[in-house]
């Protein structure tokens, strides 16, 4: 496995509330993390640094090697964070409301174990075809999934942006867990929306599936989402499962 990442704040924000990261454990065990981070005053990235610091400092401490373990410990782990976040909220009065999305990966042998709540996403590329793997926590997608708009008029709703999950409730948060075999040539994506608003699937594909090297894909899409525009902080993370000897 080969992993490029990269975060760039964008063409229309000040700053960054995005943060990304990648843990290896005691196993050489990695663990990904995209977090995009919400709320005023520097909340957000206050929030989505915390998610990915901590969460990764803690896997780093671990010597996890099987799968049910992982799932069981990605949720028991988000949710303390979901109850730091909500608490430094309302310890900090110029943090309250913050939160963060999260989507995070853990790469078993020849599988991927994802987790994620929020609209930052992961995506397969496999054989020339991308697909979404993750479920956007959104109120576009809701009104998708019951026929009320297109995913066409989705991408031009005036709410696109509201999230129906987040980190930082004060209630346990519900988790997506997602179990995905890996195969020679995969490629997993981990973006935040700040490339998946700008950039249609298939462009992303175009990129992946080019004869470039890794890191230079993962640049040119962050590219390609500035030139669309830029509307928000831009985070993409690539993995790259060509299973060349003697490359990690």
């Known amino acids: 496995m080969k992993v490029a990442f990269q975060t760039n704040v964008g063409k229309k924000r000040s700053s960054n509330q995005d943060s990304v990261g990648l843990y290896l454990n005691q196993k050489n065990i990695?663990?990904?993390?995209?977090?995009d981070g919400m709320g005023g005053h520097q909340a957000g990235d206050v929030a989505s640094q915390l998610t990915v610091n901590q969460l990764g400092s803690v896997w780093e401490q671990t010597d996890i090697d099987e799968e049910?373990?992982?799932?069981?410990?990605?949720?028991?782990?988000?949710?303390?964070?979901?109850?730091r976040i909500y608490e430094?909220?309302?310890?900090?009065?110029?943090?309250?409301?913050?939160?963060?999305?999260?989507?995070?990966?853990?790469v078993i042998d020849k599988r991927v174990i994802l987790a994620n709540v929020g609209d930052s996403r992961s995506y397969l590329v496999r054989d020339g075809e991308i697909v979404q793997v993750t479920e956007?926590?959104?109120?576009?997608?809701?009104?998708?999934?019951?026929?009320?708009?297109?995913?066409?008029?989705?991408?031009?709703h005036p709410?696109?942006?509201?999230?129906?999950?987040?980190?930082?409730?004060?209630?346990?948060?519900?988790?997506?867990?997602?179990?995905?075999d890996l195969v020679l040539n995969d490629y997993i994506i981990l973006c935040s929306d700040g490339l998946s608003?700008?950039?249609?699937?298939?462009?992303m594909l175009r990129i992946v599936a080019s004869e470039i090297a890794l890191k230079e894909k993962v640049t040119?899409?962050?590219?390609?989402?500035?030139?669309a525009g830029g509307k928000d902080n831009i985070t993409v993370l690539l993995m790259d499962f060509e299973g060349e000897e003697g490359e990690e």
């Open 220 to 227: 040119k899409l962050i590219e390609i989402a500035n030139e």
């Open 197 to 203: 608003n700008m950039v249609p699937d298939e462009r």
């Open 30 to 35: 990695a663990l990904a993390i995209v977090a």
């Open 68 to 83: 049910e373990i992982v799932i069981s410990w990605l949720n028991a782990e988000i949710q303390v964070l979901n109850h």
């Open 88 to 106: 430094e909220g309302v310890q900090y009065p110029e943090r309250a409301g913050m939160g963060t999305t999260i989507v995070a990966a853990v």
């Open 136 to 156: 956007d926590h959104s109120l576009v997608n809701e009104l998708v999934k019951t026929g009320e708009i297109s995913k066409e008029e989705a991408q031009l």
């Open 159 to 180: 709410r696109k942006n509201v999230l129906t999950r987040s980190l930082g409730l004060p209630m346990e948060v519900e988790i997506d867990v997602i179990k995905l």
